[in-house]
């Protein structure tokens, strides 16, 4: 299935309310919310308090990217603020199958993610416990980067992995994806689309998001 994953990241974070309630009047399945802690990658943005603060401003599961250092540490905070998925970095200080078992003993989803210079084979042994499988197509940090095609081998390789295993697993793409990039990550394997310049600062938000759906299903 073919979502939708506006990243408020390039939202008016003085309007967040707002944005979020636009971007679900216009079609989007999820809210992707970037929380970086200045040190994992090179820039802060938000964190738990105010995940917890906008979550009564949207019905739309919120699918939450930890590019944090410990995420094991803050895995409760995340999930009393109100998140649906929780995605951390293979990359991360903490230990990844005791993350994952701690997001799935909270009644929440899990994801896992890898940086461009991280082999996608290192998700392989947590795929029975996730629920999608985030492949970056940016160095994770910044918003408003340029897609990296030499990512789609990663995503074919864990879509042949996952289909090979007979598992329902979700493939997310962050980073550079608007209406030149998503049918080509489309075609690579991915079904769960991060967009944030391409959809925040479109005249028409709605057409935007069912064109990016309608390219993507081709």
């Known amino acids: 299935m073919i979502k939708i994953s506006p990243s408020i990241l390039s939202s008016d974070y003085g309007n967040l309310s707002s944005e979020l309630k636009r971007m679900e009047a216009c079609g989007a399945d999820m809210l992707h919310i970037d929380v970086m802690d200045g040190h994992f990658v090179p820039n802060i943005t938000l964190g738990a308090p105010i995940v917890k603060c906008i979550r009564k401003s949207s019905t739309l599961p919120f699918d939450v990217h ?13 999930v ?17 199958e005791k993350t994952i078992d701690l997001i799935l003993a909270s009644g929440k989803k899990a994801g896992l993610s890898v940086k461009p210079k991280t082999p ?23 918003g408003g980067q340029s897609f990296m095609e030499d990512m789609m081998p990663k995503v074919s390789a864990v879509r042949s992995e996952i289909d090979r295993r007979g598992l329902d697993v979700d493939i997310q793409v962050d980073g550079g994806i ?16 991060v967009s944030g310049n391409a959809i925040f600062s479109s005249d028409d938000a709605e057409k935007t998001i069912a064109d990016f759906k309608a390219r993507a299903s081709v």
Do not use: Q
């Open 80 to 96: 009393n603020a109100g998140s649906d998925i929780i995605t951390f970095h293979a990359e991360a200080d903490s230990d990844i």
């Open 66 to 78: 930890l590019m944090i250092s410990d995420p094991y540490k803050y895995i409760p905070d995340f």
């Open 120 to 142: 996608v084979e290192a998700v392989y042994p947590y795929l029975d416990k996730l629920s999608m499988v985030l492949v970056m197509t940016v160095e994770p940090g910044f």
């Open 178 to 193: 608007n209406k030149d990039t998503i049918s080509i990550a489309a075609r690579a394997g991915a079904n769960v689309f």
